[in-house]
């Protein structure tokens, strides 16, 4: 009932591997934008903005991926009846959710570690929290928050076949598929690895150019450090 | 200009301020000199509401900074201030360190903040630093850079917090220099320094803090030639 694997097999592949692609593009996207703006939540001078970016974080922090996968897919259809996400959506809003409490986790380390100066002498220039924000302290944070945040995102290529549980056929799940009509598990996941790996690699290499390209103006170890020490 | 009353700060459990009475007058310049943790340069932070008033009143040209309807940043743009550490930001070109105050808050065309912030580079003598960024001039290059910025928004007083304590020694004439040319054009300035000599030379008055406490003022000569007090005294014979 097994026939070899073939050249053939790497379309399913090929379209698994696209989907993946796409899934972690749009969560990942859409996790940046959610997790920068509960970052700065997270350090902003409203107590109650700190308390539900807080609060969101450690929750969403102390749950499996798996978990938040099953309750967003399972969860949303009973919830809110009549509202039923398909495959890709709800692994786009687990997703989203895991993403953006750790990017927030990150662009708050980052606003934390910009120079405590640097905050001062724009308050003492007399620009108000959020210009402050936006035209000395985020810019600054940026450059601090692109390596972790590179790293976070690598991992979210990785985490993303947990959706394979839901039957959204993405990488892992194209590669059981194959499995099960091949019955070539070693050459199958081969190729799904080294799939992965491809997408995952790309990712580290575009962060190294951006590194590249702006390192130049700011090195954090060259920063203005107090003359005749 | 600057009216501080009965001013007192707290740190948790630590007073720092216990009690300070200032009057400064406009084009003064007001040197504050004293060993170290005095108060000297949180009494100079609290003038901008860098730090938080714990009781007690400051008056800068009418705004009151103990008044929580006053808007600081008002206040902060009248009292332009010059770091120990310069904090020049550096990710901006030196002309666009010195233009995004007026930029952004003053609200003025981007050529009018560009044809100031080249007049007050050229007055530092870093018109040719311009499109450099700050991670590549010297300390004192810095400085400068930061008294350009403090001053692009035209403010009325200028704070110093030991403008030239991070400087190698020989570089910190050329601080000086322009901080003198400053008080030249009548600029009302407080100036918190370990600088004694110009301290002497360039002061209206000076104020010897100790213990969060303003011990003793009066002209350079007074204060340098005749202390009266004797911890005035003890401060001055270790650093003269």
């Given at each position: 009932m097994f026939r070899p694997f073939e050249w053939q097999d790497l379309v399913p592949l090929a379209e698994g591997a696209w989907l993946t692609i796409q899934l972690?593009?749009?969560?990942?996207?859409?996790?940046?934008?959610?997790?920068?703006?509960?970052?700065?939540?997270?350090?902003?001078?409203?107590?109650?903005?700190?308390?539900?970016?807080?609060?969101?974080?450690?929750?969403?922090?102390?749950?499996?991926?798996?978990?938040?996968?099953?309750?967003?897919?399972?969860?949303?259809?009973?919830?809110?009846?009549?509202?039923?996400?398909?495959k890709?959506?709800?692994?786009?809003?687990?997703?989203?959710?895991?993403?953006?409490?750790?990017?927030?986790?990150?662009?708050?380390?980052?606003?934390?570690?910009?120079?405590?100066?640097?905050?001062?002498?724009?308050?003492?220039?007399?620009?108000?929290?959020?210009?402050?924000?936006?035209?000395?302290?985020?810019?600054?944070?940026?450059?601090?928050?692109?390596?972790?945040?590179?790293?976070?995102?690598?991992?979210?290529v990785k985490?993303s076949s947990?959706v394979t549980v839901?039957g959204l056929l993405e990488l892992t799940h194209a590669g059981n598929v194959v499995t099960n009509l091949t019955g070539d598990p070693i050459k199958t996941f081969l190729v799904v690895a080294a799939m992965y790996f491809a997408i995952c690699y790309?990712?580290?290499?575009?962060?190294?150019?951006?590194?590249?390209?702006?390192?130049?103006?700011?090195?954090?170890?060259?920063?203005?450090?107090?003359?005749?020490? | 200009?600057?009216?501080?009353?009965?001013?007192?700060?707290?740190?948790?459990?630590?007073?720092?301020?216990?009690?300070?009475?200032?009057?400064?007058?406009?084009?003064?310049?007001?040197?504050?000199?004293?060993?170290?943790?005095?108060?000297?340069?949180?009494?100079?932070?609290?003038?901008?509401?860098?730090?938080?008033?714990?009781?007690?009143?400051?008056?800068?040209?009418?705004?009151?900074?103990?008044?929580?309807?006053?808007?600081?940043?008002?206040?902060?743009?009248?009292?332009?201030?010059?770091?120990?550490?310069?904090?020049?930001?550096?990710?901006?070109?030196?002309?666009?360190?010195?233009?995004?105050?007026?930029?952004?808050?003053?609200?003025?065309?981007?050529?009018?903040?560009?044809?100031?912030?080249?007049?007050?580079?050229?007055?530092?003598?870093?018109?040719?630093?311009?499109?450099?960024?700050?991670?590549?001039?010297?300390?004192?290059?810095?400085?400068?850079?930061?008294?350009?910025?403090?001053?692009?928004?035209?403010?009325?007083?200028?704070?110093?917090?030991?403008?030239?304590?991070?400087?190698?020694?020989?570089?910190?004439?050329?601080?000086?220099?322009?901080?003198?040319?400053?008080?030249?054009?009548?600029?009302?300035?407080?100036?918190?320094?370990?600088?004694?000599?110009?301290?002497?030379?360039?002061?209206?008055?000076?104020?010897?803090?100790?213990?969060?406490?303003?011990?003793?003022?009066?002209?350079?000569?007074?204060?340098?030639?005749?202390?009266?007090?004797?911890?005035?005294?003890?401060?001055?014979?270790?650093?003269?």
């Amino acid at each position: 009932m097994f026939r070899p694997f073939e050249w053939q097999d790497l379309v399913p592949l090929a379209e698994g591997a696209w989907l993946t692609i796409q899934l972690c593009a749009v969560s990942g996207v859409l996790g940046v934008i959610f997790g920068l703006i509960l970052g700065i939540a997270r350090t902003s001078p409203s107590r109650i903005a700190r308390w539900i970016s807080t609060i969101y974080i450690s929750c969403v922090r102390g749950i499996p991926v798996l978990v938040i996968i099953f309750f967003v897919f399972f969860g949303i259809p009973l919830l809110f009846p009549g509202l039923e996400p398909d495959k890709f959506s709800s692994a786009v809003i687990a997703l989203t959710c895991f993403a953006a409490a750790y990017v927030a986790e990150i662009v708050r380390g980052s606003i934390e570690a910009v120079e405590k100066g640097q905050s001062e002498a724009a308050d003492a220039l007399g620009l108000d929290y959020w210009r402050k924000l936006r035209y000395v302290i985020l810019p600054q944070a940026v450059k601090i928050m692109v390596p972790p945040g590179i790293g976070f995102l690598i991992g979210l290529v990785k985490d993303s076949s947990l959706v394979t549980v839901t039957g959204l056929l993405e990488l892992t799940h194209a590669g059981n598929v194959v499995t099960n009509l091949t019955g070539d598990p070693i050459k199958t996941f081969l190729v799904v690895a080294a799939m992965y790996f491809a997408i995952c690699y790309s990712i580290s290499l575009l962060g190294r150019l951006y590194e590249k390209r702006t390192g130049i103006h700011v090195d954090p170890l060259k920063l203005p450090e107090p003359a005749g020490l | 200009m600057i009216v501080v009353e009965n001013l007192n700060k707290k740190f948790g459990q630590n007073h720092v301020l216990k009690g300070v009475d200032c009057h400064i007058r406009e084009r003064e310049v007001v040197c504050v000199i004293g060993p170290s943790g005095s108060g000297k340069s949180t009494f100079l932070r609290c003038m901008n509401g860098l730090e938080s008033i714990t009781s007690g009143s400051i008056v800068i040209n009418k705004h009151r900074l103990d008044d929580a309807k006053t808007n600081i940043n008002l206040v902060r743009q009248e009292a332009g201030m010059v770091f120990q550490h310069f904090n020049l930001f550096p990710h901006l070109k030196v002309i666009d360190n010195v233009m995004l105050a007026p930029l952004k808050v003053g609200k003025v065309s981007k050529e009018e903040a560009r044809a100031k912030a080249e007049m007050l580079l050229a007055k530092v003598g870093l018109a040719a630093k311009m499109d450099t960024f700050p991670g590549s001039l010297s300390g004192g290059q810095m400085q400068r850079v930061a008294i350009a910025r403090a001053l692009a928004m035209d403010p009325k007083i200028m704070l110093f917090d030991e403008p030239t304590s991070a400087l190698d020694p020989e570089i910190v004439g050329e601080v000086l220099t322009v901080m003198k040319d400053l008080a030249n054009e009548g600029m009302t300035m407080v100036v918190v320094t370990h600088e004694m000599g110009f301290a002497r030379e360039v002061a209206d008055r000076v104020i010897f803090m100790d213990q969060g406490l303003i011990v003793e003022e009066g002209t350079p000569e007074q204060i340098f030639s005749t202390p009266q007090h004797a911890r005035t005294q003890g401060f001055l014979s270790k650093v003269l």
